[in-house]
């Protein structure tokens, strides 16, 4: 199948480790021209030597001017942006009681501000275009609030609100906006999550991964290989009529449809 995506570039944030290299490996290997990016300038000059066209760019997106130093030197490497996937960290763990009106803001300064950022930069170029791809990684969060994950709940759920309302306005214009939700992938991420929930149960964390993975309907994590395909598609030209949703990636282990 031809994702329609060589000569494309794909602007892929986060993309020094898990779900956000995952996917920009794949975008590679369809064709895309790849920005890599994150705090660790050397790993993602690394990973994009390893990539057949490429750039690795340092870059913190939760400053004001990370955002613009971004997209200008992709601009500056490949001459536009067509694909634009968001991705950021989540906040640390906890309950919803303590949290103070700074923890809120921080989390609206990660979770939210950064993409808002970035769309805002790319859009008008592919509007222009009449042809563009906004696929923001988020979480299961957004439509099944996760315990112990209040500030991540809280900053997801306004990030696809804003998506979900972006998504309806620039639709005729050939750019699609949606949502890709993780859930239990074998990333450093659900590592460390599991190592939280499992002190916090008191039991050993490889009883803890144990539990969870039992409880995933398909009996085992995902893989950020397979989460990967998935983003690829719908960042593809393939996924035209496909805008405005919030799609899991997560073995079944959401009760919902």
Request: hydrophobic content about 45%; charged content about 20%.
């Amino acid at each position: 199948m031809d994702l329609g995506l060589r000569g494309r570039t794909a602007l892929v944030c986060a993309s020094t480790a898990g779900l956000g290299e995952a996917t920009a490996r794949t975008l590679a290997a369809e064709g895309a021209r790849v920005v890599i990016s994150g705090r660790r300038g050397e790993l993602a000059k690394s990973i994009a030597a390893e990539l057949p066209d490429a750039i690795g760019v340092e870059v913190d997106l939760t400053t004001p001017d990370g955002p613009a130093a971004l997209v200008a030197a992709a601009i500056e490497a490949f001459g536009r942006i067509d694909v634009l996937v968001t991705n950021s960290p989540g906040p640390a763990p906890g309950g919803s009681v303590d949290i103070a009106d700074q923890d809120i803001v921080a989390a609206m300064e990660s979770l939210v501000l950064p993409h808002q950022r970035l769309v805002s930069l790319v859009l008008p170029g592919m509007r222009e275009r009449r042809w563009g791809r906004i696929l923001a990684i988020a979480s299961v969060g957004v439509v099944a609030p996760i315990p112990s994950l209040a500030l991540s709940n809280i900053g997801r759920a306004a990030l696809g609100g804003y998506l979900k309302t972006l998504a309806t306005e620039v639709a005729r214009d050939g750019v699609t906006v949606n949502l890709l939700l993780p859930g239990r992938i074998a990333t450093e991420r659900t590592r460390q999550m599991n190592t939280f929930r499992a002190e916090r149960e008191g039991v050993s964390v490889e009883e803890f991964a144990a539990q969870a993975q039992a409880a995933i309907p398909v009996g085992r994590y995902g893989t950020p290989t397979e989460f990967g395909a998935f983003a690829a598609f719908l960042c593809s030209d393939l996924a035209s009529y496909v805008t405005g949703t919030a799609l899991r990636c997560d073995g079944g282990v959401v009760p919902t449809l």
